[in-house]
């Protein structure tokens, strides 16, 4: 579930989420949006513009200074450990120099490095994951704990201010994940299911203002798009998006006791 790059084509629609003013705002607002680099973050304008209504998060294509003052994912590494069937996880966020050798041998697995595409000397990785710890703060990298040990890999991101955006109707402070689980020991006995709802309830218990998160999986990745049906996301579109064509899954906040 490798971050999701510049879009090509037009979004699916998630139905029973449509606000029509936030669309419309987003669509016409400024200019188009322009075409970026691979994890590239999208740049800032130097000033907000004046009288901006709610629904709109991007002038030019880019989002409001206005939108992004502070914690932009309401700090992360002060989230609070969560209690699950398989122990206690906690998110950490990622430390380049303590971090680059596990993380660079995960995403060599081949299991891995089909989907996420950052197979290679540990320069690839580092690459990756230093385009998020120097950015903005709108995607935080993360080790996923459980009972103290690393076992897996999170990406925590404002979906709102990622290209993603661009493909669906967007709502400010919508927050998506990327995960991967590291240890082979981990993977097909429910424990990435069992993550995806921790961690989605995580940012929805830290973040107020979050009333959506979402994940966009390889449509390929069969286990992947079975975990987070399991872990309490709906199914809402297929995108087509440069590198992949993604399911689109959301976890809303008004049904995180029902689903």
Not at 110 to 130: M, N, S
Not at 169 to 187: E, K, M, N, S
Not at 246 to 251: Q, Y
Request: glycine residues 8%; hydrophobic residues 40%; aromatic residues 6%.
């Amino acid at each position: 579930m490798s971050p999701t790059r510049p879009p090509t084509d037009p979004p699916g629609d998630d139905t029973l989420d449509l606000r029509v003013d936030d669309l419309v705002a987003l669509l016409t607002r400024g200019a188009p949006p322009q075409p970026l680099a691979p994890d590239t973050p999208a740049p800032i304008p130097d000033t907000p513009v004046p009288g901006t209504p709610t629904g709109a998060l991007f002038r030019g294509g880019h989002p409001h200074r206005e939108l992004l003052d502070g914690d932009l994912l309401d700090s992360v590494a002060s989230w609070s450990p969560a209690a699950t069937p398989v122990g206690s996880f906690r998110l950490v966020p990622v430390r380049l120099e303590r971090d680059l050798p596990l993380l660079a041998r995960w995403m060599n697995d081949p299991a891995v490095a089909a989907f996420w595409e950052l197979a290679g000397p540990e320069t690839v990785t580092a690459d990756h994951l230093r385009a998020q710890l120097e950015g903005d703060g709108r995607s935080v990298p993360c080790l996923g704990l459980l009972d103290g040990t690393p076992m897996s890999y999170f990406e925590i991101y404002r979906a709102d201010l990622d290209p993603l955006a661009r493909h669906y109707p967007a709502r400010p402070h919508d927050t998506g994940l990327h995960l991967l689980i590291g240890g082979t020991a981990d993977r097909g006995r429910g424990v990435g299911t069992t993550l995806l709802r921790a961690v989605a309830d995580l940012v929805l218990d830290h973040r107020p203002r979050c009333t959506r998160v979402l994940a966009e999986p390889d449509l390929r990745n069969t286990p992947s798009v079975s975990a987070f049906l399991g872990g309490g996301f709906r199914y809402a579109a297929e995108v087509d998006l440069p590198d992949k064509r993604a399911a689109l899954m959301i976890r809303d906040r008004a049904l995180r006791h029902v689903l």
